[in-house]
């Protein structure tokens, strides 16, 4: 059975940063493509940050671009999110996902297994 477990989530000042953490298990990681979402209230889920298997693709929306960073180490099953220069429009609850690809795509839908979420709140 696959899961997907995140931490690091909390309440961050704006300005401030956070790093998430996703720990997989259940599926060789390291042959699958990962990917961040998030969930702001009264909001559909959005799409944040993808990675390819190996680490060496990467993709972001434009809402972030240039302030988060997806990574992960295939050795410890685990992708990171990190998140500087945070607004309060990141409010969110952060869900990690890996898809049944190598390559990371952008819609929700091509995630086959997904984690129960941490919250990131921004106060401002």
């Known amino acids: 059975q696959v899961q997907l477990v995140e931490s690091g989530g909390g309440l961050v000042q704006a300005g401030g940063s956070l790093r998430l953490s996703c720990v997989a298990s259940?599926?060789?990681?390291?042959?699958?493509?990962m990917g961040w979402f998030r969930q702001a209230p009264g909001k559909e889920r959005e799409f944040v940050a993808g990675?390819?298997?190996?680490?060496?693709?990467?993709t972001y929306s434009d809402s972030i671009q240039g302030r988060f960073t997806i990574s992960r180490d295939n050795a410890k099953n685990t992708v990171y999110l990190q998140m500087n220069s945070l607004k309060s429009e990141d409010t969110a609850v952060y869900y990690c996902?890996?898809?049944?690809?190598?390559?990371?795509?952008?819609?929700?839908?091509?995630?086959?297994?997904w984690g129960q979420g941490t919250q990131v709140t921004v106060s401002s």
């Open positions: 996902a890996t898809a049944a690809s190598k390559w990371p795509p952008r819609r929700g839908n091509d995630y086959d297994y």
């Open positions: 259940g599926r060789t990681f390291s042959s699958y493509a």
């Open positions: 990675i390819s298997w190996r680490g060496f693709s990467t």
